[in-house]
């Protein structure tokens, strides 16, 4: 394994990876008209709900754990409307690797899109309207 590792090319697959799903989710969270973006941090991608309305940063940041504890009930709905959609990650961030082919990272993005339109219907995600 850490042959394979070695010269880092996997490495900078997943971190392509994770800033394409990136930029995707996020364009589909402004299409849709929710406070809900994305950042990475090299193969780890981190959600923020309400970043907008608080005018945190879209960064590492200590707002990041605000938003966190401000906002959980949006945190849980959409991390259900992502479960419907076949995606399951933890509600503050997931992680993209080498193995995640383009086709993957598309379907995700668009599994992210299909949950913002549900959440629009939902009472528990009214925070995340923009």
Not at 64 to 69: A, H, P, Q, S, T
Not at 76 to 96: F, K, M, Q, S, T
């Amino acid at each position: 394994m850490l042959r394979a590792v070695a010269d880092g090319t996997h490495q900078r697959i997943a971190e392509n990876a994770a800033s394409q799903l990136v930029d995707k989710v996020n364009r589909a969270a402004t299409d849709a008209g929710v406070d809900v973006r994305l950042y990475a941090n090299s193969s780890t991608f981190h959600v923020l709900v309400g970043a907008l309305e608080a005018n945190i940063p879209i960064e590492p940041s200590e707002g990041v754990l605000i938003l966190n504890r401000r906002h959980s009930s949006q945190y849980n709905a959409l991390r259900r409307a992502l479960l419907i959609e076949g995606v399951d990650c933890h509600p503050v961030h997931g992680c993209v690797s080498s193995s995640h082919a383009a086709s993957v990272i598309e379907a995700a993005a668009a599994a992210f899109a299909r949950a913002f339109t549900q959440l629009r219907t939902v009472p528990d995600s009214r925070g995340l309207l923009t």
